[in-house]
């Protein structure tokens, strides 16, 4: 075959793939993309700035990480010196009413701070802050020991003994407090926060529902508080009725295996837990784990293509200990649908409107059938910017079916309502307004999982 022939599928095949992923971008207008322009400009000047005042930064750390070194081995008496020459006056007047006693020290401490402020050694600077109580804890080692009088050098030679052990890195003194007083700090800050408010910016224009989760904690977003209608049209009990939430924090998308296994059932020491928050597998009467066991350690493990799936299998109680152990909570039925819906206050037909449009979920529909990995389904997502809120994997809130909040642990007997369809749900059951309920402990669903929710601080 002629060897332009064989490549031409190829070709056409890298079109086919850079016309559907121009596809899966957002249709953006003139005037938009001129502004994305002007602001990917104003970005690359600023992370120039930004690294320009890393640099400096550094080299402060350089520097001063060079005289740490000679201070805390000795051959640096110029910080010493500094040190000692602020403290004549308050030595002075501590050995005139007797060092040893109350008064003496309180005649030493009298003008402390006053005179600190007067010290020059940029290294001295830096720690200041911390000055006042080395030099007093310096006093009273000094006076334990026996000493009627001191002088300054001794009471500075000791107090830098406080302030550096031997055995205490650089990096350690820097994180703590030196970086906050480094002369490049305040223009790194300032440069680092433009940077950010920049790129935050930019991912705005980008995609409007990003603002939602600008500021937020990473992978959340903001959903302001509010009235919220409450509707079941279909599933178990219609219901419908009022409710009000307060503003909150709910994850962007579903929590997955890797989050689950990654960031809490590894940890967990006690065995016996480990085997109540395994995830499972139903196959018509069997349970077995979803995760796979290494032979030669025992432990068990999400296929590496399982990472980024919804994790399922687990009831509400499993749901709740992995939230918890992350800071959060699960959401309530009224803050699932406030973070859900394509219209703020009311709950709407589907996350992205009220007329059902095929591809904008993982549905039956979609022919999947199984979970695929969470946030692929860009246009469908809610006014908020929340993936898979309609099909994936359905999901547990934190309400019982009665439409009761569950305030901190869960009741014996507890039903909970579900929401959100599944990769098994119809047009109808991917809806906003379907409406499970399953007992919350020792329940396990192929295709229930949950996300989570946190309170503001």
């Given at each position: 075959m002629d060897p332009i022939r064989r490549r031409l599928p190829l070709a056409l095949l890298a079109l086919a793939l850079v016309a559907s992923m121009a596809m899966a971008q957002p249709i953006l207008d003139a005037k938009t993309v001129k502004a994305i322009a002007q602001k990917e400009?104003?970005?690359?000047?600023?992370?120039?700035?930004?690294?320009?005042?890393?640099?400096?930064?550094?080299?402060?750390?350089?520097?001063?990480?060079?005289?740490?070194?000679?201070?805390?081995?000795?051959?640096?008496?110029g910080a010493l010196r500094d040190l000692?020459?602020?403290?004549?006056?308050?030595?002075?007047d501590g050995n005139e009413a007797g060092i040893s006693s109350s008064k003496g020290k309180r005649a030493l401490k009298r003008n402390l701070a006053r005179e600190l402020a007067k010290t020059e050694h940029e290294l001295v600077v830096a720690y200041r802050p911390g000055l006042g109580a080395a030099i007093e804890a310096a006093l009273d080692d000094l006076t334990s020991a026996g000493n009627k009088s001191i002088t300054a050098d001794q009471l500075a030679g000791a107090a830098v003994t406080r302030l550096i052990p031997p055995e205490t890195p650089f990096w350690k003194h820097w994180n703590e407090q030196l970086m906050n007083a480094a002369p490049a700090h305040d223009d790194y800050v300032r440069a680092r926060k433009e940077l950010d408010r920049l790129e935050s910016a930019?991912?705005?224009?980008?995609?409007?529902?990003?603002?939602?989760?600008?500021?937020?904690?990473?992978?959340?977003?903001l959903i302001e508080g509010g009235a919220i209608t409450v509707e079941s049209t279909y599933g178990f009990e219609a219901d419908r009725r009022k409710a009000r939430t307060k503003d909150f924090y709910i994850?962007?998308?579903?929590?997955?295996?890797?989050?689950?296994?990654?960031?809490?059932?590894?940890?967990?020491?006690?065995?016996?837990?480990?085997?109540?928050?395994?995830?499972?597998?139903?196959?018509?009467?069997?349970?077995?784990?979803?995760?796979?066991?290494?032979?030669?350690?025992?432990?068990?493990?999400?296929?590496?293509?399982?990472?980024?799936?919804?994790?399922?299998?687990?009831?509400?109680?499993?749901?709740?200990?992995?939230a918890r152990s992350q800071g959060k909570r699960l959401p309530t039925e009224a803050e699932w649908l406030a973070a859900a819906t394509a219209t703020p206050g009311k709950c709407s037909e589907?996350?992205?409107?009220?007329?059902?449009?095929?591809?904008?979920?993982?549905?039956?529909?979609?022919?999947?059938?199984?979970?695929?990995?969470?946030?692929?389904?860009?246009?469908?997502?809610?006014?908020?910017?929340?993936?898979?809120?309609a099909g994936n994997v359905k999901e547990w809130t934190f309400t019982t079916v009665e439409g009761k909040d569950v305030e901190d642990e869960i009741p014996d007997g507890?039903?909970?309502?579900?929401?959100?369809?599944?990769?098994?749900?119809?047009?109808?059951?991917?809806?906003?307004?379907?409406?499970?309920?399953?007992?919350?402990?020792?329940t396990r669903e192929n295709d229930l999982g949950f996300r989570c929710a946190r309170d503001l601080k």
């Open positions: 400009q104003e970005i690359a000047r600023a992370r120039s700035e930004a690294d320009e005042a890393n640099r400096r930064l550094q080299d402060d750390y350089a520097r001063l990480g060079e005289m740490f070194e000679m201070l805390k081995s000795g051959r640096d008496t000692a020459r602020v403290l004549e006056e308050p030595v002075k930019l991912l705005i224009l980008k995609d409007p529902k990003a603002r939602f989760s600008v500021g937020a904690p990473a992978g959340m977003a994850d962007l998308h579903e929590v997955t295996h890797g989050d689950y296994w990654g960031k809490f059932w590894i940890h967990l020491d006690d065995k016996i837990l480990k085997q109540t928050f395994m995830p499972m597998v139903k196959d018509k009467d069997r349970e077995f784990p979803a995760w796979i066991q290494d032979l030669e350690t025992g432990e068990y493990a999400p296929l590496p293509e399982m990472m980024d799936l919804p994790v399922t299998g687990i009831d509400a109680a499993a749901a709740l200990a992995f589907f996350p992205w409107g009220e007329d059902y449009r095929e591809g904008l979920a993982n549905d039956a529909k979609a022919g999947n059938g199984k979970a695929v990995p969470v946030a692929g389904f860009l246009e469908g997502r809610s006014f908020h910017g929340i993936h898979d809120c507890c039903t909970l309502a579900i929401r959100g369809g599944s990769f098994e749900s119809s047009a109808t059951g991917v809806s906003l307004k379907w409406r499970w309920n399953y007992p919350a402990r020792n």
